[in-house]
């Protein structure tokens, strides 16, 4: 499949025109993404009509592309249908081809789909920018093998850690990850139970256990009062990872609200041309 390097496919919409887009998942009513897009367009000053779309797995080609007859612009995609965009777009940028999954999609005159994964540049947006961590020759280490995973891998790794842990429940699928990103630098693999007593500078939680109000089975001398924890879990309150980071005594924890406003203001970029102003948004969603 091709790939598009560092493309940036847009089609400049004059300022008078309403512009269409919207984010397409199963279940989508939670989404955050409309209020995050239309502050976006209020900062860029155009009409902005962002929506929020249902699909079924069975559906979502045919919902897609009738989006797209409707006038639609691009669409941000979330769970499940992640690895279904990736297997639809005619073009991907090497962030998506690494992840294998697209959470951005652009279209050009023709119908074609345009795939980008902004997720690991907005946890990378996050990290260096908002949170001001320095990533390079620091050790890393990720909980979880699955997509979450994969999504941020390519971006961490550019920035030349000393090294990167994958631990997983299920060591082969750790191993897998760890060896198709053996090229783009130092990753290994190990399962829960096999971490070594050294503390890690960074630990980030890829799990889905917040979302079932869990922890991974992780020791504590994972971590030390230099380490810093991040969870790509977003929550009103602390996640379960941020609450035994926090009284290890970390140097500091967040969650992923950050990755999710940055993630989205690199998917307006690529549609728009036009980089928004985060800070704004940390200050709408959390007054």
């Keep these: 499949m091709p790939t598009a390097h560092g493309t940036i496919w847009h089609r400049k919409i004059p300022k008078t025109t309403v512009i269409k887009y919207a984010v397409i998942g199963n279940p989508i009513q939670h989404s955050k993404s409309p209020q995050i897009h239309n502050a ?14 249902l ?15 409707s ?9 499940p249908f992640k690895i279904a965009a990736y297997q639809n777009c005619s073009l ?3 962030y998506a081809q690494a992840a294998q999954a697209v959470n951005t999609i ?65 060591l082969a699928k750790a191993e897998l990850l760890a060896e198709q990103f053996a090229t783009s630098g130092n990753v290994r693999a190990c399962a829960y139970e096999q971490l070594d007593s050294m503390p890690y500078d960074l630990v980030i939680n890829a799990t889905s256990a917040s979302l079932s109000q869990d922890l991974p089975p992780i020791p504590d001398c994972i ?35 950050g990755m999710l406003i940055e993630q989205a203001a690199e998917s307006y970029a690529i549609w728009r041309g036009y980089r928004p102003d985060t800070e704004q948004i940390f200050k709408l969603l959390r007054p």
């Design 106 to 170: 652009s279209f050009n005159s023709d119908g074609d789909w345009f795939g980008a994964n902004t997720d690991g540049i907005g946890l990378l947006q996050d990290l260096t920018h908002n949170l001001r961590l320095e990533l390079q020759q620091q050790s890393i280490l990720i909980l979880g093998a699955g997509g979450s995973a994969r999504g941020i891998l390519l971006p961490l790794l550019r920035q030349h850690p000393q090294q990167i842990t994958i631990a997983n429940r299920t």
């Design 92 to 94: 991907l940028d090497d």
């Design 71 to 79: 006038g639609g612009l691009g669409l941000n995609v979330t769970v």
């Design 55 to 69: 699909s079924e797995p069975e559906d979502f080609i045919a919902h897609v592309n009738a989006f797209h007859a």
């Design 223 to 257: 971590v030390s009062t230099h380490s810093f924890c991040y969870d790509l879990a977003y929550s009103d309150q602390a996640t379960v990872f941020m609450q035994w980071a926090s009284r290890l005594g970390v140097a500091g924890c967040s969650d992923g609200i």
């Design 40 to 53: 976006f367009a209020h900062q860029e000053g155009v009409a902005l009509e962002y929506t929020r779309m």
